[in-house]
């Protein structure tokens, strides 16, 4: 048995599949007369739609080529038995990108953000032999090329780490697997400049089962408290409500959000509030961020209603920092590094200097400081 062997025949998970449908779904699929092949083909739509979307409520982009390289030519077969029994809504506007080819987006009715987990779950599917993955990265610079050759050098624990909610422990399951077999996708977004990756689209709990092959260094992870709040200040015109602004940054900014709006949102709802907020192309008015930028910072609030894309300015100002500065400096003193768009991976051993670094940049950006807080992955 080759070293490769050994080490697959360690890492039983491998050979396990969890796909993420609803329980409308499923319940069809236990009831059906379908094969395990079709059962599998049906459950991977909703698998592919949930596994990426932000907001579950939203229709999905996904291109013909995708869904034919998962589901095969006759994709269509399987996406009418759907259909008709109201698992899917499809779109029919076709991308107005003519190279596109033929582009339809995808929901799951009835699903949103506020019912998700408890309309959820997975179904178990065993493969009598390892599934294999090739990788699709297109490097187009150094800073990417660097990301790749680091993220060549992880690996995944022999046991994974249980992870407790259902849907998150089948998209854990996914994502360790494109890892182990190498399928990082690296590549930079195709408006923004964004570097984009398999470890990015990873379920946080999963990222625990992430090591360093043929190393005993730890690795941890950094991100941004408040990442797009602490962005704002680059767009304030006027030097009080600056000033009043980063003060905020330096507490709670998301207790002080609950505390205006008076309401029991958790962080990750708020985290929503603010993010459709400032990406909506119109700025809804009925927004609790929107309302409280307007009452306190009217300026900012202006300056942010008259952006095309404040979406776009927001990511782009980000990588502009986490990539390209923080990127080449990293690529400059060879540390090992790999962007996580408001954060980064890095050696526990470099911790210290890649923070003060971060802050360092940041500050000259943006004009003050950010908090960064860490994690270790792997101990």
């Known amino acids: 048995m080759t070293l490769k062997q050994k080490q697959n025949a360690e890492r039983t998970w491998l050979r396990q599949e969890l796909l993420v449908v609803t329980k409308h779904l499923a319940s069809l699929l236990e009831a059906s007369n ?73 929901r799951i009715p009835d699903l949103t953000e506020d ?45 994974l780490v249980h992870i407790d909610n259902i849907e998150r422990r089948a998209l854990g399951l996914e994502y360790c697997k494109w890892v182990y077999h190498k399928r990082f996708n690296v590549g930079y977004g195709d408006s923004s400049k964004r570097l984009f990756h398999t470890v990015i689209r990873m379920v946080k709990e999963a990222r625990v089962n992430l090591i360093l092959d043929q190393s005993i260094d730890s690795i941890c992870y950094f991100d941004i408290t408040a990442c797009y709040p602490n962005l704002l200040p680059y767009w304030a015109t006027d030097t009080q409500e600056e000033i009043r602004l980063v003060e905020i940054l330096k507490d ?41 930028l307007q009452t306190y910072y009217p300026n900012l609030f202006a300056t942010i209603c008259s952006k095309k894309s404040m979406a776009l300015e927001l990511q782009n100002l980000e990588a502009d920092i986490i990539v390209e500065r923080l990127g080449n400096w990293a690529l400059l003193q060879r540390k090992w590094f790999v962007p996580m768009h408001d954060g980064f991976l890095c050696r526990v051993k470099d911790g210290a200097e890649m923070k003060h670094q971060t802050e360092y940049i940041f500050e000259k950006v943006i004009g003050h400081k950010p908090l960064l807080k860490q994690s270790i992955l792997a101990i």
């Open 34 to 106: 379908l094969s395990g092949t079709d059962k599998r083909l049906r459950a991977l739509v909703h698998h592919i739609i949930v596994r990426d979307s932000e907001d579950v409520a939203f229709y999905r982009n996904i291109h013909s080529r995708i869904l034919s390289s998962y589901l095969g030519k006759n994709y269509s077969d399987v996406l009418n038995w759907l259909l008709e029994n109201d698992c899917l809504d499809i779109n029919h506007i076709y991308s107005s990108d003519t190279d596109a080819g033929f582009s339809k987006s995808y």
């Open 115 to 159: 019912n998700r987990n408890l309309s959820l779950t997975a179904i178990a599917f065993d493969h009598p032999r390892i599934q294999r993955f090739n990788d699709d990265s297109n490097t187009t610079d150094a800073v990417s090329k660097f990301v790749l050759e680091n993220l060549k050098q992880l690996t995944v624990r022999k046991s």
């Open 252 to 292: 709670d900014f998301y207790g002080v959000l609950a505390a205006y709006s008076k309401s029991n949102y958790s962080r990750d709802e708020l985290k929503r509030i603010v993010s459709r907020f400032l990406c909506h192309p119109d700025h809804p008015s009925n927004n609790i961020m929107g309302q409280w």
